[in-house]
């Protein structure tokens, strides 16, 4: 029995040099190391973050909008032409004009939330000189208070001061969510390769096998203790484990490339993976992962806002519609003079207002049309917000069923995996002693591989699980607090 191990193993060494597995420039990763390469630069963790950036600047927008506002305007001209004019006695005459305009002004605006208008301060001046005349005049306006108000229109305002907060917090909680559904990604890729390697180790083990126990059968067939069609049996595996050997091979370097691709590592290292087999043991209770998941999960304001957007579909629907009218109303001082100074003296009162107004009074029921078509959709919103939130816990609470029992399936898993090894080397023994066929041989061989997989893949799944509820309540069981991301920081 010590030849025959010698044999295999130096049979290992032999396709080793013939298919090496890895390079000299090796890249040893761990699943955690993959796990935050992934989130720093991968493709997907970097579009997460410039998509929170994005939904930053549309925050600040919009609290600058309800902020007031200072506005400094000036549209100086210079007209030189000949144009006509109209007499006191309604003919026409030409005039030449040589003129320099000259204006300025300063408006301090604040929206209204709770009206939808807009209230204004504004100060101006002109001044005036005529070329031709060589004359000066300025026109002043000191302060000039105004308002304008769109009524029993839409208010624009009020649904955004609604609105905008939840979408904001929508999206820091998404950034918190898409880092955590990358973690899971590069944890599918990860054990992709993890996966690849195994098979790779195990096909170069069951080729040596198989070589050793073809020699060995020649052997065997030479004095007549095993008949020809057994032999062709073994030389058949032997010549099956060699194409498994160069599949295998060709999916590792496969499964290199992807994970390499993901974690934006632009090198031509070898990566291998290192599986490690010890996973935290801890239980989630399923109430206080819902309780987590309505607390740091993105989907509530979704269902939220959706809701929000869909009534104000129907406030503005409804405004389109009916009696509009446009209100604007501004009070001030004026004057003017031909010197500076003076046109800021005795200012004389100006008031403007005007009322617009609008009624529909025949358009065959577009409007109507409108409101109907709104209220359908909001209600339609509304059947399909209370569907995603029923899902929404059902998928929590299935989620945390299957990771609390994943362990003990692991456990299962790594006992199947050394159990089905123990019994392949009792069956190899026991061929070569003669006292099994080659069926029982195979059949060992079968299981040894399928258990070794099932392991790996029982690896996977509890990883997957584990980032998969880390995502969906943004909380860490295993050390018990928040998933936080530092948001400031990102947009410096």
């Known amino acids: 029995m010590k030849q025959i191990k010698s044999y ?12 090496p597995a890895y390079s000299q420039d090796t890249l040893h990763l761990t699943l955690s190391e993959t796990v935050r390469i992934a989130q720093e630069q991968s493709p997907q963790a970097i579009a997460a973050r410039h998509s929170f950036r994005a939904s930053y600047w549309n925050w600040r927008s919009f609290r600058a909008n309800m902020l007031p506002s200072l ?24 005039v030449h004009r040589n003129q320099l305009m000259i204006d300025a002004g300063l408006t301090i605006n604040q929206n209204i939330p709770f009206t939808g208008g807009s209230l204004f301060v504004k100060t101006a001046l002109q001044r005036l000189d005529l070329f031709s005349e060589k004359t000066s005049s300025y026109n002043s306006t000191p302060v000039v208070v105004g308002y304008e108000q769109n009524l029993f229109g839409y208010n624009q305002f009020k649904w955004d001061r609604k609105i905008e907060p939840i979408r904001y917090v929508e999206s820091q909680k998404n950034l918190v969510e ?52 057994e032999m062709l049996q073994l030389e058949l595996n032997l010549l099956t484990e060699q194409t498994n050997m160069m599949n295998a091979r060709i999916e590792v370097d496969d499964c290199i490339q992807s994970l390499r691709s993901y974690l934006g590592i632009n090198n031509a290292s070898e990566l291998v993976a290192d599986v490690n087999e010890e996973i935290p043991h801890f239980n989630v209770d399923v109430k206080q992962a819902l309780e987590l998941a309505y607390e740091n999960n993105p989907e509530p304001e979704y269902l939220q806002r959706r809701r929000l957007e869909s009534e104000s579909a129907v406030a503005q629907a409804k405004a389109s519609r009916g009696f509009k009218a446009d209100l ?12 500076l100074k003076e046109a800021y003296r005795n200012p004389l009162d100006q008031q403007l207002v005007s009322l617009g107004i609008r009624i529909p009074i025949l358009d065959w029921g577009v409007g109507k049309g409108k409101v109907k078509v709104a209220l359908s959709n909001r209600d ?30 692991v456990t299962i ?3 199947t995996d050394l159990t089905a090894q123990r019994r392949n080397d009792v069956a190899q023994k026991l061929y070569l002693l003669g ?17 070794r997989r099932e392991y790996i893949t029982a690896l996977y799944n509890y990883w997957s699980l584990y980032y998969g509820l ?12 928040e998933l936080t991301f530092d948001y400031e920081q990102l947009m410096k």
Do not use: C, H
């Open 435 to 451: 006292k099994s066929t080659i069926l029982d041989l195979n059949a060992s061989i079968s299981e040894k591989d399928r258990a």
């Open 328 to 339: 604007y109303m501004q009070f001030g001082l004026t004057q003017t003079n031909e010197k």
């Open 178 to 229: 898409t880092l955590e559904l990358v973690a899971a990604q590069a944890t599918q890729q990860f054990f992709q390769l993890a996966t690849a390697q195994t098979n790779w180790e195990i096909a170069q083990y069951n080729y040596a096998n198989a070589d050793t126990l073809f020699q060995y059968a020649k052997g065997r067939y030479n004095i007549g203790t095993i008949t020809e069609n």
């Open 71 to 94: 506005t400094f305007t000036s549209n100086p001209s210079l007209n030189r032409s000949i144009s006509s004019v109209t007499l006191p006695d309604g003919g026409e005459s030409f």
């Open 8 to 19: 295999i193993l130096s049979i290992i060494l032999a396709t080793t040099v013939l298919f």
């Open 470 to 481: 880390r995502s969906m309540t943004g909380y860490d069981f295993e050390k018990s607090r």
């Open 380 to 409: 339609k919103v509304y059947t399909e917000v209370e569907q995603s939130r029923n899902d929404f816990e059902l998928n929590v609470i299935k989620m945390v069923k299957q990771f609390n029992l994943q362990a003990d399936k």
């Open 413 to 415: 898993a790594q006992k």
